[in-house]
């Protein structure tokens, strides 16, 4: 399947030591792509680098806050210095430290949520789009609450939708450059983020009672979406939110 081949592409991807970031690492790699996994910590994400490499693929850690620019900047001077360009982004790091009504949420909440969820995919583009040549693809993750804000989850809701905004401005922008951006809307996904979810019986049985597949994911079955995203089979695709979420949005 040679539209699917990553070989000797670089792919950078946040929140790379667990859950969709590192199916998402481990998919990318299997397809030939070299991999700089990002994540706050850097012990996580060597282990995450080393089982690829064990398993024949190419990666390697590299530490970064996302929510502040500087970091980025630097990770990528080391992008540089190490691939010398950048193919592929997939920003899908991600916080939500706010869990109520909205209208409780104060300035700090706020600004903790846009540094990570929006300024740090924009910043990522920003600093990463000098590295990359046409035929260059980024991802960001979003999420099902993009459209449908998940109770309880509005400031995280309100910077997913924020991310599908700047998804589609980018596409236009970077368009004349040969780089595409997509966005990949995850419904409830088996990981540490959705943990509060689907640990409580209760909880987990109402959200799943609303996904027609009656279950919710795995995160391998978020790690194609991307790989079909950042892929040649998706030269033609620019713009888009591509919904993975066991039908809850019909
Ligand atoms: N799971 C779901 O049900 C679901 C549904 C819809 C959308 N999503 C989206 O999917 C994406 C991945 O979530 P997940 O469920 O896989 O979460 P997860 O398992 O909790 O993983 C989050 C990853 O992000 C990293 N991270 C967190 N804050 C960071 C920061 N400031 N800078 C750099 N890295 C950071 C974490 O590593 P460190 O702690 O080492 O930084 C970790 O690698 C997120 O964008 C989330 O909004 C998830």
Redesign the pocket.
């Known amino acids: 399947m040679k539209e699917f081949d990553l070989s000797n592409r670089v792919a950078v991807i946040?929140?790379?030591?667990?859950?969709?970031?590192?199916a998402v690492a481990q998919k990318l790699s299997a397809c030939g792509a070299r991999c700089i996994l990002?994540?706050?910590?850097v012990e996580?994400?060597e282990v995450a680098a080393a089982d690829i490499n064990k398993a024949g693929g190419k990666a390697i850690a590299m530490a970064?806050?996302?929510?502040y620019p500087d970091q980025i900047q630097a990770m990528y001077e080391k992008i540089e210095e190490e691939y010398g360009c950048l193919d592929i982004i997939v920003n899908?790091?991600?916080?939500?430290p706010h869990f109520g009504e909205m209208i409780t949420a104060d300035a700090g909440i706020w600004d903790k949520t846009m540094d990570?969820?929006i300024k740090?995919p924009f910043f990522m583009i920003k600093y990463g789009v000098p590295l990359m040549k046409e035929g260059g693809a980024i991802v960001n993750?979003?999420?099902?609450?993009a459209v449908r804000p998940g109770l309880f989850q509005g400031v995280?809701s309100a910077t997913?939708a924020a991310l599908v905004s700047m998804t589609q401005s980018l596409a236009q922008e970077l368009a004349p450059r040969g780089i595409r951006v997509n966005a990949l809307?995850?419904?409830?996904?088996?990981?540490?983020?959705?943990s509060a979810?689907i640990s409580s019986e209760e909880i987990c049985n109402h959200a799943v009672s609303q996904i027609p597949l009656g279950r919710?994911?795995r995160?391998e079955e978020?790690a194609g979406a991307v790989l079909y995203l950042v892929s040649d089979a998706a030269s033609f695709t620019t713009g888009t939110s591509l919904v993975c979420d066991g039908g809850m949005l019909i």
């Open positions: 946040t929140g790379a030591s667990r859950g969709i970031g590192l990002v994540s706050r910590k996580s994400l970064c806050h996302t929510g899908n790091a991600a916080t939500n990570v969820n740090g993750v979003s999420s099902v609450n995280y997913k809307l995850p419904g409830l996904t088996d990981t540490k983020f959705a979810i919710y994911a995160p978020m």
